[in-house]
């Protein structure tokens, strides 16, 4: 604990980006960080305070110490290689695993944007440009991302993750698997990721660090029903 002391996470609920750094936290056993709760809805994420540690005036912004890292797997990587022995090994030795592991959490982060690019639409695009032909090419492209995911979950079963054992590969990929879901992804379509997302789903450190609101209402919003 007198590690995590040193350590202060701002972060906005239901952001992806800040819960992988969470479950890292958690998973290398560094409860008792700082850490404060912003609202997005408040443009919060701009303000003074986090553009001190973060000029994009994005969450997560993350100190241990005097080190910044903004870049959500940037701070992961940090994490498991500053905290090697302790907690859980989120990188395993054995080079198969490890190749599987590293090509699978970059893929995550291909997977965050398709997913972005539906779901933030409305945010991210000024309403002239918002032209269907163009939302109907995001959806497909996100369409073919997660029957890509669907062909690698193919053998998933209980304790299976996507690199061997749990890895940073899951803690990239989990929250948007939780992400789709809670934006109405059909479980009955993409039955791999359902299984995944609920063999994941009561982790210790994926409840301990679930965005707060999601327990209020686990089913958020339609957006993604009809993919």
Known sequence: VSMAKSMSLLWGAGSPPCWRVMITLEE??????????????????????VLEINPRGQLPAFKHGDNILNESVAACLYLENQFKSQGVKLIPDNPAEQALMYQRMMEGLSLTDKLNSVIYRDLLVPEEERHE????????????????????????AAGSY????????????????????????SAGRYPKLAKYYSLLKDR?????????QWLASPQGYEILKDL
């Open 204 to 212: 210790p450190s994926i409840k301990a660090s679930r965005p707060p």
């Open 28 to 49: 290398k056993k560094l409860q008792g960080y700082r850490h404060k709760l912003l609202s997005f809805e408040k443009g919060e994420h701009k303000s003074q305070e």
């Open 162 to 185: 996507l690199a061997g054992a749990f890895s940073l590969a899951d803690v990239i990929v989990f929250p948007n698997t939780a992400y789709a879901f809670r934006f109405g992804l």
């Open 133 to 156: 032909s163009a939302l109907k090419r995001n959806k497909e492209a996100l369409v073919t991302e997660l029957k890509l995911w669907e062909g690698y979950l193919h053998k998933v």
